[in-house]
């Protein structure tokens, strides 16, 4: 597919979940969070979503501002800002139940048995890697890995993100002190400016103390020229993995 068409049809997808009408119709039981399956329909077709009300979230002791909406959206548009491409579209939106987040489900790849998928070292996991340490995820679990049958990977729940400590947890540590390449430190490096453009944006997302901590976490990857290793002052795999 060319990059000109993939814009036209992920622009196709943003306006179906922004201007569909969406009906909740199940709940996802495992989730901490109200996480709720649903349809969204605009112009007569249907798409599977996943919808977080923000007046389904828990508090959370370690991040008292903003809430994980926002969070989701914000980790979203750094997949995007990047060209990583690694977040299902994904938009802020009224609901049945209130503002939240609205992302379209993504059917994985059943052939591929992610306990096993989780340890390889394939490029797909690597760039994924490499967008973790730029949000700062504290919650990589392997179900949180969604490969896709074009051979591709996503990733979901982006709410514990960004908090101004580096809290880096993650399940995916196979990249841990390697070099960066060229092509990441420069993409790393067009990430920074853009996001200075896009600083009004952010800023409505996450807090100013959030956003100076994600500028400088960028730049210190490009500083070391290095992939992060795990904490030695927390857990570095989040619990339980899966």
Not at 191 to 215: Q, W
Request: with cysteine; proline share 5%.
């Amino acid at each position: 597919m060319s990059a000109l068409k993939w814009l036209s049809q992920m622009s196709k997808v943003i306006e179906h979940l922004l201007a569909g009408t969406l009906e909740v119709t199940g709940r996802l039981v495992d989730a901490s969070n109200a996480t709720l399956y649903g349809e969204c329909t605009f112009n007569d077709e249907k798409m599977a979503v996943i919808y977080k009300p923000i007046a389904g979230e828990r508090p959370l002791w370690d991040f008292p501002d903003g809430n994980l909406a926002h969070r989701e959206y914000a980790s979203y548009l750094i997949s995007e800002y990047s060209g990583w491409k690694v977040v299902p579209p994904t938009v802020l939106r009224e609901g049945p139940f209130g503002l939240g987040m609205v992302q379209q489900w993504i059917d994985i790849d059943e052939s591929i048995d992610l306990a096993l998928y989780y340890r390889e070292d394939n490029e797909n996991l690597r760039r994924m890697a490499l967008f973790d340490a730029v949000i700062n995820n504290t919650d990589r679990k392997i179900g949180h890995l969604l490969p896709v049958v074009d051979g591709s990977l996503l990733g979901c729940d982006h709410g514990v993100t960004f908090h101004e400590e580096n809290k880096l947890r993650t399940v995916i540590w196979q990249f841990a002190e390697r070099e960066l390449t060229t092509d990441e430190k420069h993409t790393l490096g067009e990430l920074v400016t853009r996001l200075h453009i896009e600083s009004e944006v952010l800023h409505g997302l996450i807090t100013e103390i959030e956003f100076s901590a994600l500028i400088a976490r960028i730049e210190g990857l490009i500083e070391s020229g290095k992939f992060p290793s795990p904490s030695e002052d927390w857990p570095a795999v989040p619990w339980p993995p899966f």
